[in-house]
């Protein structure tokens, strides 16, 4: 007959927490393993003369708790296999914040039989000494997964075993990022034994006190905290009865102004690489995103867990090279599965319903690029640069013509604009790009101008053309030289 694995909880504090039937089940044994001996119910049964092997030697050898863990698991495998009934005793309840628990059931529960034998956790003294009930909330987290959790400050938080004043000064850190400096913070050692204590500090000293194996931070809810949920209730408030007249009065198609505009000063920025600007820029595009979908939930459209919900579905299906099976060699074949894929999204596999189906408020030059590409996805395009090249002087002829017959200018004006956003795209540079920095060439050359002329006592307005021209040369020197003139 296997071998039975008996998993059980020795609560929060002493003896007098422990289940009378844990008790019992361990006065019979006749060995038994302890996750750590740094607890006090493991040294009250030592002092009762009861045979406790801890696995505190593994902590000291292993340079990561993941290891420790594994090495633990692969201990009481090898005990298993003797074909005897093994007990490994653990803090607190079981199935409470123990990785090696989680560890068992995934490795060693279809060898052998596991049994949980249940205990008080330490989050039951918890409750007892901060009195909330959890039906509250409660978000229990390791000390070292803060980061990714996605705070939102509507719960209770628990991070157990902050051992140390390291480990509690990068909780710290990590909780400054979601929560105000101020935040109240409890930090809890030893409940449920003579030497409980608790202690309550603001956020920004939580490190400055002394920590051990039986310490815990518990954080209250937090209105302040900050989160993507708390931006969507400050956007609803903003939207109520009792927010701003301006913000109620605001529609999906009003809004489409403000959403072009944050869209390009998020542009300047990054072309400014203007980091700190970048960061409020994009702040304000995303306000952008919660306002549309605030007025999306108001008529019962969709809501922001719709919204989320899709990129995360698109994104996944849409780099199956990622997230699947497929295979791809270059950065190209990533394009050409993404565009594939949408295709299929956007017509059910049948390309000839929509084969350009850019979105009509494309800028122009973006425009123009997008269209070639997908005319050039199919095999319409040059093969060569020479192509291209041969086709803006043959545009610039024909709008010469043009100009001297006085018909066709409009047309043929677009002919060679387009033409010249074929050859931008052969050479491997963003047509609107490469205009927006010429523009930018031009602001700052003219500008320089103005100020050259204004340094020798004259008012270029009043300067003939060719007057202007000596200063604009000056001014494209000084720029290709850095040095003035």
Known sequence: MSSCL?????????????TLGNYRQILGAKKIFARTAEHPCVQELMAEGICVESFDEIYATKPSFEEVYESITEQLRKELKKGTDVIYVVPGH????????????????????????????????????????????????????????????????????????????EVKLDLMSSYPDEAWVYITKALGTTEEQVDKLPLFEMDHGTFDHLTTIVLPPNSEVISLSKLIKVMALLRSDQGCAWDREQTHDTLKPCLIEESYEVIEAIEKKDMY?????LGDLLLQVVFHTQLASEDQDFDIQDVLKEIIQKLIRRHPHVFGEEKVESADDVIRTWDRIKQEEKTGGNAELAFFNDPLGLPALMWASSTQRRAAKVGFDWSEIDGPWGKV?????????????????????GDLMFSIVNLSRFLKLDAEDVLRDTIHKFQHRFLDMVDLAR???????????????????????????????
Request: hydrophobic share 40%; proline share 4%; glycine share 6%.
């Open 277 to 281: 600007n970048l960061c409020e820029e």
């Open 393 to 413: 002087e043959e545009e610039l002829q024909e709008l010469k013509s043009a100009l001297s017959d006085g018909i066709g200018i409009r047309e043929e004006l």
């Open 455 to 485: 340094k020798d006592g004259l008012d270029l307005e009043k300067l003939p053309l060719d007057k202007m021209d000596i200063f604009w040369e000056k001014a494209k020197s000084k720029e290709k030289s850095g040095k003035l003139i």
């Open 94 to 169: 079981p199935m409470v914040a123990e990785k090696t628990v989680q560890l068992i059931e995934e490795k060693l529960a279809h060898e052998y039989e596991v049994v949980i034998h249940p205990a008080m956790s330490f989050v039951d003294e918890i409750f007892r000494v901060l009195k909330f009930d959890p039906i509250d909330g409660v978000l229990i987290r390791n000390n070292d997964a803060l980061k990714d959790v996605g705070l939102t400050g509507k719960e209770w938080l628990i991070i157990p075993q902050v051992y140390n004043k390291l480990i509690a000064s």
């Open 6 to 18: 008996h998993v059980m909880g020795l609560g929060p504090s002493g003896l007098e927490q422990l």
